[in-house]
């Protein structure tokens, strides 16, 4: 009999999808991999699939799918293509937790078909909450399926709230590393270029969310996704600069208690605490040792120099389709970044330039949601950029 915990992991080329598969490749006889979905990356898929034996697999489109198909015709895989093919893996019913770890708001449909089929999901996609929270987290209740919060930060407050009483919460604490340009002014960052803001002082993330850390847009996308996830008001979530990153985050309680989660800066950990919660399993790695640790220190976070989290609680604060033209807007302005053709400051920029523009929908549905999306997109592209 096979009483393996078995996943579906979206997102499986990525910084979190390899990490993940880490996870399961050390505890093989716990965890069992049943389906794998990557975007373009097919030598990697390819490796995966062999190693990991899933019985689908899929690419983000048709050309990609078919050549990897050739490749693959010695294995019982089944290799699907596109949306099409991310739902299909989501509503499958031969899995029993889905790591959702594709970037972007792809992640909307499958994790909301795959809690629809009445599966866990384990998110590490910070937009599926941030511009859809108000359909999931009513859906996942109903439905009484798990979210289980990879992302550090809310792995550390869901820790935290480990057998305490959620009434009881008095404010859900944030910590941010700072990003490589901590303690910056606008003026210092005009010139910075793409190889400065990927130099992250402590976590080896994706290039993606590396820049959202260094526009601390990524700390923006937590408050909005910690407001959703632990059931909170938007006043009662707090950022603080923490620049050693120990403290991954913290929660204040109505009697004045503090909860604080640390470790070293390990992803391995908050996956592992979703994919086998509640238990505690062995994990390998540096662990923290206080008596070298000469200092632990704390800052307010700059919101004058970096708009990007001044811009989230606006955003937040108006709600309905804001979150998601904020990220969106960022979403095409890191692109743009990545690909040299606009400054670092321009980013918020944008940013704000797209939240100016939005006619808000109060309570948008899913198609709503990806028509905002496109809004955004399509006014950063009628710019005249370099």
Request: proline share 4%; net charge negative.
């Amino acid at each position: 009999m096979n009483n393996k915990k078995r996943i579906a992991i979206l997102g499986s080329t990525g910084s979190i999808g390899t990490q993940t598969l880490d996870i399961v490749r050390r505890n093989s006889d716990k965890l069992q991999v049943t389906a794998l979905a990557a975007g373009s990356n097919i030598d990697l898929l390819e490796q995966q699939i062999r190693e990991f034996q899933p019985q689908v697999a899929c690419l983000n489109d048709e050309k990609h799918a078919k050549l990897l198909q050739e490749r693959v015709t010695d294995l019982k895989v089944e290799v699907l293509f596109g949306m099409e093919g991310l739902l299909a893996i989501a509503r499958h019913a031969d899995y029993d937790t889905l790591v959702t770890a594709v970037v972007g708001m792809m992640g909307i449909r499958p994790t909301m078909a795959a809690i629809e089929a009445g599966k866990d999901v384990a998110l590490a996609n910070k937009e599926t909450l941030v511009t859809a929270g108000h359909l999931i987290i009513p859906l996942a209740k109903k439905m009484g399926v798990s979210i289980l919060p990879i992302d550090s930060e809310h792995s550390a407050i869901f820790q935290c709230l480990n057998g305490e009483k959620r009434g009881e919460v008095s404010k859900i604490i944030l910590t941010a590393s700072g990003g490589p340009f901590r303690g910056k002014t606008r003026t210092e960052m005009a010139n910075v270029q793409v190889e400065d803001a990927l130099k992250h002082p402590n976590w080896a993330m994706g290039r993606k969310i590396t820049i959202d850390s260094a526009t601390m847009v990524n700390k923006g996308l937590e408050v909005m996704e910690a407001k959703w996830l632990f059931d909170v008001d938007l006043d009662q979530v707090e950022v603080v600069v923490q620049p050693q990153s120990l403290i991954h985050s913290m929660v204040e309680f109505q009697d004045g208690a503090i909860m604080a989660q640390l470790g070293t800066p390990d992803m391995r950990l908050p996956i592992q605490y979703a994919l086998f919660y509640p238990t505690r399993m062995p994990l390998d790695g540096e662990r923290v040792d206080f008596k070298k640790i000469r200092q632990i220190t704390f800052e307010e976070p700059d919101l004058e120099n970096f708009r990007g989290l001044a811009l989230a609680y606006e955003a937040a604060r108006i709600g309905g389709s804001m979150p998601t033209i904020y990220n969106a807007a960022n979403e095409m302005a890191v692109s743009l970044f990545l690909n040299r053709r606009i400054g670092f400051l321009a980013i918020t920029d944008l940013i704000e330039e797209a939240m100016q523009a939005h006619q808000v929908i109060k309570n948008p549905q899913v198609d709503e949601i990806l028509a905002a999306e496109q809004e955004a997109y399509a006014l950063i592209r009628g710019k005249n950029l370099k």
